[in-house]
């Protein structure tokens, strides 16, 4: 993979850097995760959003441009990717002709006929990957795993699927999105992280949506906070239901339940619609690491 590095690279590393994924075409949400970075004071330029700014809800063009003038760090993901191309499909990697590439077909056709050409553009010039400190640490921003744009990683994927990546770079850890459900790991002192998404809820059983903060802190280690916030999800279903979209992921906002666990590991099927919990890891870059366990660390939202 080819590493973009961006202006992401060079900015303070002393600030806390806030992470939402999956936007989704959900105005509403996007709002509210970035009114959330303004209540926390933390700048445009250290916010990280990890793709997939278009994809199951009413507001594909709105969100874009929201995003777009916002001035926001944002990696390409496989939505914004192939709707960039013209592309015929959004290149999730569901399960051929499962429930979720079925629904899909839906939104995927109305974002297309909505999204203009400076829409498209904004899209596909997007970098696959940025470089983002945070104190000492330097952490790799991807969609989906180092060689596949499309592929789910979750808690519960073998560790040696996460493991292979991060050996395979030269930075600290990883930032990922796709998968939509929040959680981090440290294996062999690197740093899995995945913010969840904004788009939609957790498949927790709740409307929430999810975000992350990092912070440096004194001692040279950093804090990873998962999050969750409240929003008004009903106006999103009303866009959703004004454009005539499938109602299976309009229910889904405001159940918590995914409509298909197709791409589920066993680990997260069985907590389906179990509430997720806050949670905040202290992890110690090997760089600032005195002692190096090898042993895997984890934090699992919930």
């Avoid at 921003?141 to 073998?158: K, Q, R, Y």
């Avoid at 866009?239 to 906002?253: H, N, S, T, W």
């Amino acid at each position: 993979m080819q590493v973009v590095t961006t202006d992401a690279a060079v900015q303070p590393a002393s600030l806390p850097l806030l992470v939402f994924g999956g936007p989704y075409s959900n105005l509403e949400a996007t709002r509210a995760v970035l009114d959330e970075a303004r209540r926390r004071n933390i700048p445009p330029h250290r916010i990280l959003c990890t793709g997939d700014l278009v994809a199951y809800c009413g507001t594909p063009v709105e969100t874009v441009r929201l995003i777009r003038d916002a001035g926001i760090l944002v990696i390409r993901g496989n939505c914004d990717e192939q709707l960039a191309a013209g592309a015929d499909d959004c290149g999730c990697g569901y399960p051929p002709d499962g429930m979720c590439d079925r629904l899909s077909r839906s939104w995927y056709e109305y974002a297309s006929r909505h999204l203009g050409a400076d829409e498209r553009a904004y899209l596909g010039g997007l970098p696959q990957t940025c470089v983002v400190p945070v104190g000492s640490a330097r952490l790799l921003a991807i969609h989906g795993t180092l060689s596949t744009v499309n592929e789910f990683v979750f808690h519960g994927t073998p560790d040696a699927r996460k493991r292979a990546d991060l050996a395979d770079i030269t930075y600290d850890g990883i930032i990922a999105g796709h998968s939509g459900i929040p959680f981090s790991q440290v294996l062999d002192d690197k740093l899995w992280h995945n913010a969840g998404v904004v788009g939609m809820p957790a498949n927790d059983g709740t409307p929430r949506i999810w975000y992350s903060v990092l912070s440096p802190l004194p001692d040279g280690s950093i804090e990873v906070e998962h999050r969750a916030l409240h929003y008004d999800y009903m106006a999103a279903q009303a866009a959703m239901a004004a454009a005539g979209l499938v109602p299976e992921y309009r229910e889904a906002l405001a159940t918590g339940r995914w409509p298909s666990f197709d791409v589920l590991p066993l680990r997260e099927r069985s907590l389906a619609g179990h509430p997720l919990g806050e949670s905040v890891l202290k992890w110690r870059p090997l760089r600032e690491a005195t002692v190096t366990s090898g042993r895997p660390r984890s934090v699992s939202v919930g």
